[in-house]
């Protein structure tokens, strides 16, 4: 079924739209591939798998006002900028988003954060005012840009909390939470003049949004300063006869932030800057490079250690086709910079390797990390391009792994098309394209099985968090026994058990152990090696999982353990005995922290002691058990 | 017909009225129902102003955004064909500099001229030939008179017989000036209404010709004097 408006040019606003909702329908019921049956089937490279397309609410055939932008998520829901608006969806079930709202509020680019039940949007086109019936006025006019601030707290009906009129408007904004309270975040405001304006001319200082998420509608700018304080002030001979400015620099395209680092990258159209953010509210410029061969400097992304930048260059604004052999691996590219104590040093350069047809926009563009650990693996945008996932970790030699990338329209788009922005979330890739809507993408490589574990809590992909693999490396468990004693108890059925080669238990716990809905494994101990990996229930408990134990089971006592992702560094521990008939094991702490002593024999006086012992362990677990079901 | 209707209907009118013909569609499959795939509860919205808003209206606009926004005007038209005229000018000087310039930065600032400026010269003629079928007459040739930093044929003439530094030189001075031309037009243009992909295109020309600039003055500043 054909499901896009074009060709039915006389009715198009009404067919057009139906359709959009139609497919909709269809999409939700036959997924992705029916979608695709618009004759724009993409080219989808290997271990990704097309999960979901839905269409963009808004659009209105080739008009580039309706077009979607960037993406920010917040718990189940995912916000999608547009020019005239934003979408909620809710991806609770990434394989079916459902539209909870579409919000219409015009003015570009729509760049959107989302921070709890708080979405922030900039507004970077120059509006009659600050209402969602504004319209686009020109640059001279009396105007309003700036931030708008929306209560998310009933999605399918987001309340207009707040207009932030900022200086220059917004071209992008990045959030830097307040590292003194949970309850405020910092938001830097990304803009530049961009020609002849009424209030935007000169270097536009670097502005910055309070906004405290209990009480939205008073977002103000508390604060700005000059990145580039240390360059000469603009001068008469900066101008041209009309008033605009020369100057390489007059602020910045974009900001990634790393809290967690206390750095930030930005990317200030002719500069490209490391920033120190350890104070928020007053960053520092610690190194600042320039390079004949980046045009545009349009955003970076870090990898999780902070000692690399990858930096987009947005050669040609997005108007171009810059994916073809006349412009190079290095221009409209990827340029990846190493971290060190003395600045930036260029390591290496990527685009993606597909040749664009020349009616197609491509050119480094939106993305970031796919968390997987020891490598620098992004996946991103490249406008009609598609997404590309590429391996970064070796800049000199950067690796390609997989792609999704449609044809071209037939015809030039009059704006810009194609995926504005692709991220990882939750194991799934989210692509906002421009025209066409949304994509959910899945990397199925095991080598992002690490990635996909993430249950993230929510993202905006210009603040980047600290990937850390908890579950990779085998828990620790105190060698002291009243601090082993205060761990959580895990149930296990039988706890004693007859020597031999392997056995089978099941591991419970009540609710309230585990985080709700956390991912948990449970650890063998003797081996550290993981048995099991399991989903903690609504609430917070673990139903009687079956696991194997690996033989060869002698005589001792040994710890299983379960350690949830999101409750750790919270253990709950098990011991099981292994009796008799051999009793050259002793079940003491010895045996079970390196088994390898079990069997081995012993002094003599232990083939006394062993039998009493055994026998207290063995009631001393009976006893445990009887206790276990009378709680229960 | 029915486009045009379209364009001064505000946007969450027409929402609601394509969910509705939707379901209209859809009804011949189940109706509009939650197990049609169309989510009942998803809502088309236009928020009410915040507090303390700049708005003079609380709704109703008396002047649709789409009639400002997706209607081509004079100025457009004139700030097109103008560009796409002032950019092969760039790329005919900057054609010039293989085998002529060198300073190797400024061979590749040539470079990718030539590669940029003819793309989007291409890009600006389909916008375009898209409208020129439309109903929107307007005497080009009148209007395509206001260039500013023209590269005249003499300045092409005697750069084709430059080389080594002193063809630099002329390139920087004569692009210089070439690109704060392209920087007065595009602001021309952003003190006009009309359609908002060339006000997207005009901020784009003036941010990346004003990016260059700086970098051809940091290049003047070290060619060696004749």
Redesign the interface.
């Given at each position: 079924m054909p499901l896009t408006a074009r060709g039915l040019?006389?009715?198009?606003?009404?067919v057009g739209?139906?359709l959009?909702?139609?497919a909709?329908?269809?999409?939700?019921?036959a997924g992705a591939a029916d979608a695709a049956a618009a004759g724009r089937e993409p080219s989808i490279g290997p271990g990704l798998e097309w999960v979901a397309h839905r269409d963009n609410?808004?659009r209105?055939?080739d008009?580039?006002?309706?077009i979607n932008s960037d993406l920010a998520f917040t718990g189940d829901h995912l916000v999608q900028g547009n020019f005239?608006?934003f979408s909620v969806w809710d991806i609770a079930d990434p394989a079916a988003p459902?539209?909870?709202?579409?919000?219409?509020?015009?003015g570009?680019q729509g760049d959107v954060s989302a921070v709890g039940d708080i979405v922030i949007v900039s507004v970077d086109?120059t509006m009659?005012?600050?209402?969602?019936?504004?319209?686009?006025?020109?640059?001279?006019a009396e105007n309003?840009e700036g931030l708008r601030?929306?209560d998310l707290s009933d999605p399918?009906?987001?309340?207009?909390?707040?207009?932030v009129?900022t200086r220059c408007g917004s071209h992008t904004h990045t959030v830097v939470p307040d590292p003194s309270s949970d309850g405020r975040v910092f938001v830097y405001v990304n803009a530049?003049s961009?020609?002849?304006?009424l209030h935007c001319t000169g270097r536009n200082p670097l502005q910055i949004v309070e906004v405290t998420l209990d009480s939205p509608?008073d977002a103000a700018v508390i604060g700005e300063l000059d990145l580039f304080d240390d360059e000469t002030a603009f001068g008469p001979e900066d101008r041209?006869?009309?008033?605009?400015?020369?100057?390489?620099t007059t602020g910045c395209h974009d900001i990634t932030a790393y809290p967690s680092k206390a750095l930030a990258v930005a990317a200030c159209?002719?500069d490209g800057l490391l920033l120190s953010i350890a104070d928020p509210l007053a960053p520092t410029v610690l190194h600042r490079v320039r390079d004949?061969?980046v045009?545009?400097w349009h955003s970076g992304i870090f990898d999780n250690d902070a000692t690399r930048v990858v930096f987009q260059d947005e050669?040609?604004?997005?108007?171009?086709?810059?994916c073809s052999p006349?412009?190079g691996t290095d221009?409209g590219a990827d340029a990846v910079w190493n971290i060190g104590p003395d600045g930036l040093a260029k390591a290496g350069t990527y685009k993606p390797p597909r040749t664009q047809s020349?009616l197609e926009k491509c050119v480094a563009h939106s993305g970031g990390l796919v968390p997987v650990p020891g490598r620098f693996i992004i996946a991103q945008a490249w406008l009609e391009g598609g997404v590309s996932v590429v391996d970064l970790t070796d800049p000199a030699a950067p690796v390609e792994l997989t792609w999704f990338d449609r044809p071209d329209y037939g015809?030039?788009m009059?704006?810009t098309a194609g995926i504005w922005s692709v991220y990882h979330y939750d194991g799934y890739l989210y692509a906002s394209d421009m025209y066409e809507g949304l994509e959910v993408l899945r990397l199925t490589d095991p080598v992002f099985a690490d990635a996909a574990r993430y249950d993230d809590a929510g993202l905006n992909p210009q603040t980047q968090p600290e990937y850390a693999w908890i579950w990779r490396d085998a828990p620790i468990l105190p060698s002291d026994d009243a601090e082993r004693a205060e761990l959580s108890t895990l149930g296990v059925e039988p706890a004693v058990l007859e020597p031999g080669t392997a056995a089978d238990v099941t591991v419970s716990l009540p609710p309230g152990s585990l985080e709700p809905g956390e991912t948990a494994d449970v650890w063998w101990m003797p081996t550290k090696s993981v048995l099991a990996t399991v989903t903690a229930g609504d609430d917070g408990s673990l139903g009687a999982t079956d696991i194997v134990l690996p033989g060869p089971l002698d005589a001792g006592s040994y710890d299983l353990v379960v350690r949830g992702d999101e409750s750790a560094p919270r253990l709950a521990i098990a011991t099981v005995t292994v009796a008799g008939p051999r009793t050259d094991a002793p079940p003491d702490a010895a045996a079970e922290r390196d088994p390898a002593l079990a069997g081995d024999g012993g002094p003599w006086w232990l083939l006394v002691v062993a039998p009493f012992a055994l026998a207290l362990a063995y009631h001393a677990a009976l006893a445990w058990r009887r206790r276990r079901r009378t709680a229960r | 017909?029915?486009?045009r209707r379209?364009k001064a209907v505000?946007?969450?009118t027409?929402?609601r009225?394509?969910?509705s013909?939707?379901c209209v569609?859809?009804a011949g499959?189940g109706g509009c129902t939650a197990a049609?795939?169309?989510?009942p509860?998803?809502?088309?919205?236009?928020?009410?102003?915040?507090?303390?808003?700049?708005?003079?209206?609380?709704?109703?606009?008396d002047?649709?955004?789409?009639?400002?926004?997706?209607t081509t005007t004079a100025a457009d038209v004139d700030f097109v064909r103008a560009m796409i005229a002032h950019h092969e000018q760039a790329v005919e000087l900057a054609g010039l500099a293989p085998g002529r310039v060198d300073d190797p930065?400024l061979a590749?600032?040539a470079e990718?001229i030539v590669?940029?400026q003819s793309?989007?010269a291409?890009?600006l003629r389909?916008?375009l030939e898209?409208r020129s079928s439309r109903d929107l007459e307007v005497d080009a040739h009148e209007h395509a008179g206001g260039m500013t930093g023209e590269i005249s044929r003499s300045t092409l003439d005697r750069a084709a017989e430059l080389e080594g530094s002193a063809f630099d030189r002329l390139f920087v001075g004569a692009m210089v000036a070439h690109?704060?031309g392209a920087?007065?037009m595009?602001?021309?243009r952003?003190?006009?209404?009309g359609?908002?992909?060339v006000?997207?295109?005009?901020?784009?020309v003036?941010?990346?010709q004003?990016?260059?600039?700086?970098?051809l003055l940091a290049i003047e500043a070290r060619l060696p004097q004749s």
């Open positions: 040019h006389g009715v198009r606003w009404a739209t139906v959009v909702v139609a909709a329908v269809t999409a939700a019921h609410p808004f209105q055939g008009d580039p006002d309706f005239a608006g459902e539209l909870v709202s579409a919000v219409s509020c015009p570009g086109e009659s005012d600050d209402s969602c019936e504004a319209s686009r006025v020109p640059e001279t309003w601030i929306f399918a009906s987001p309340r207009y909390a707040a207009a009129r530049y961009r020609g002849a304006s509608d041209v006869p009309g008033g605009a400015e020369t100057r390489p159209r002719g004949p061969a045009a545009f050669l040609g604004d997005g108007f171009i086709n810059t006349a412009y221009r020349d015809y030039s009059d704006f | 017909m029915i486009e379209a505000p946007l969450p027409r929402l009225l394509a969910a013909l939707a569609i859809a499959a049609s795939g169309v989510d509860s998803a809502s088309f919205i236009t928020p009410a102003p915040p507090g303390g808003s700049s708005s003079r209206s609380d709704g109703g606009s002047a649709p955004a789409a009639e400002l926004d997706s930065e590749a600032i990718r590669l940029v793309a989007e291409t890009q389909t916008w898209r690109h704060r920087i007065e595009s602001e021309a952003l003190t006009e209404t359609d908002s992909a006000a997207r295109w005009a901020r784009g003036a941010t990346a004003s990016l260059e600039i700086d970098r």
